[in-house]
């Protein structure tokens, strides 16, 4: 369980989170949606300890994170947590399958020996099992995505965090992403924390959904509840995604999205 | 006016001390990860390829090019002034040694590899690359840092042995071909009075220019700035301040070794 206890932090003197506030629970999918620039990623990469809060607390399986310096410490801390970036951010120097295993070696006790056949193993969960030798620059944004995706499960990590999963693709490669997101939660039984504006991956696979507004938790609910909110910044920024964001395919008769949460 | 240039002079003060801080910050960080962890052999094995095999064939060509030009001013000059072209293997030997081959191969590295680093480790930065590496269970210092510190600290004293001799040969042939001065008074030009010391004076500068390269082009490339032109400016800032650096490094280091003897 992840606890988010009144977390603030500024970037040159601009409060980006205020004092937010939230419990994930184990085995949720969990989206934390809100407009570019509300402060979605600052929270997860607080949540990992790539950037340290000003104030507050996060515990995480009861552990206060926030005030371990100890790199060590935090080394430890991370095998817990499998990241999803934004660009993919694999090494553009390693090939997939080096890609995928790096972590094995800093984050597991796993023999060296059976690094190929995990690698193997997450990128035939990704579908990319032809693309192991390729490098970085070689590969499509979708084929990045689910290289990093294999790299970040790799170490079968208790959290997994997604970066703007779909930012980027295209609708059918988005598709993918969503239904791969959907089945690691299932399969692997591991926590998903996604930020995301793309509004219909929110609702398509979150378990429960949360908006994040001027640096706090404005709202939090089911994807139907939040559907049907008379909150006015959650209606409209959920209107205004749909109607702009949504491919007119995937849209319901009443224009919103035709995909039920699962 | 007078108001300005202090204010002026009092912000490049603190930004001074605050990037001095930065980089003693990212030292200690190696230094700490250097003794806690096993170092990343492979890495270092890559890089040293890439730094000192890659580098090879320039630093080869630049230093025996300088060899030659070498030979070839003293041998005018003596002639000019003497009538006969004299001790142009002293000459060329004990620039080369003390100063050129150490300079200028440290140059070729800065502008060659110094660069190529910054703008990777800039490139890794902002696409969020640094930041995989500590999800992944590791930290710059510990994959990035070190690495090449070390790869440039072990190649750079050894291209300029390598530029030692191919400078001194490139005065050999020029001496030989174009002076017609036998091969044995130029061979008893040099090792009449070279001695171990005079070699030493110039191999021990380079492990400073090394670990400086190394500093500036680690420490540009992790605090450059988001898209393309950050890390466009950042790597034309750190070949400029490697390039100066080398020149100052190199006379306060050459005072020191005289002072203590290594002349």
Redesign the interface.
Known sequence: MIEIKKICKSFSGKPVLDNADMVINDGETFSVIGPSGCGKSTLLKCIVRLIKPDSGDILVDGQNIVHIEDEFELAKLRKNFGYLFQGGALFDSLTVMENVTFGLKYLTEIPRREYPRIAREKLALVGLEKAEDLKPAELSGGMKKRAALARAIAAEPKYIFYDEPTTGLDPITSDMIMELISDMAAKLKITSIIVTHDIRLAFTISTRIAMLDKGNFSVSGTPEELRNSSDPTVKKFTEDALCSGAPAHRRGPDGKNGRKAE | MKHYFLEGAGRRATALAENLGAVALMIK?MV??LF?ARPEVREIVRQSVRIGVDSLAVTILTSFFTGMVLALQMGYTSKNLFNEPLYIGTMVAFSLVKELAPVLTSIVIAGRVGAAVTA?IG??KV???I??L??????PARYLLIPRYAAFILTIPLLTIFADFTGIFGGFLVSTIKFHVPNSVYWNDIFTFMQIKNFMHGFLKTFAFAGMIATVSCYKGLTCEAGAEGVGKATTEAVVLSMVLVMVLDYFISAMLVAVGII
């Open positions: 960080s700490v990860w806690k990777e490139t890794m696409t969020e690359q930041d995989a500590y999800t992944l269970g590791t930290n």
